[in-house]
Nanobody, 116 residues
Framework: QVQLVESGGGLVQPGGSLRLSCAAS????????MRWYRQTPGKEREWVAY????????NYADSVKGRFTVSRDNAKRTVYLQMNGLKPEDTAVYYC?????????WGQGTQVTVSS
């Protein structure tokens, strides 16, 4: 059974930092590219970051480029999203996503709130 479990969200002041984690199980994690998305109420889910299966290739949405860093530890079956310089517009539920063997899976999400 495929599971993706996000953690690390919370309330942070503008300019602050958070590191999100996504623990994966039930599939060959080291062969699977992973992505982070986010969603706010009333809006479509927005892609945030991508990391290749080996962690060599990464890509970011323009809105987070230079502030967010995606990484992974295949031995721990975990993907991370380091978020620095947080802005109120980064407030959202953050989801990790993987598509092993073409099947799309999502975690339950973790809430990030950026507010003073």
């Amino acid at each position: 059974q495929v599971q993706l479990v996000e953690s690390g969200g919370g309330l942070v002041q503008p300019g602050g930092s958070l590191r999100l984690s996504c623990a994966a199980s039930g599939f060959t994690f080291s062969n699977t590219a992973m992505r982070w998305y986010r969603q706010t109420p009333g809006k479509e889910r927005e892609w945030v970051a991508y990391i290749s299966s080996a962690g060599v290739g990464t890509n970011y949405a323009d809105s987070v480029k230079g502030r967010f860093t995606v990484s992974r530890d295949n031995a721990k079956r975990t993907v991370y999203l380091q978020m620095n310089g947080l802005k109120p517009e980064d407030t959202a539920v953050y989801y990790c996503n993987g598509s092993p063997l073409g099947n799309n899976y999502w975690g339950q999400g973790t809430q990030v709130t950026v507010s003073s």
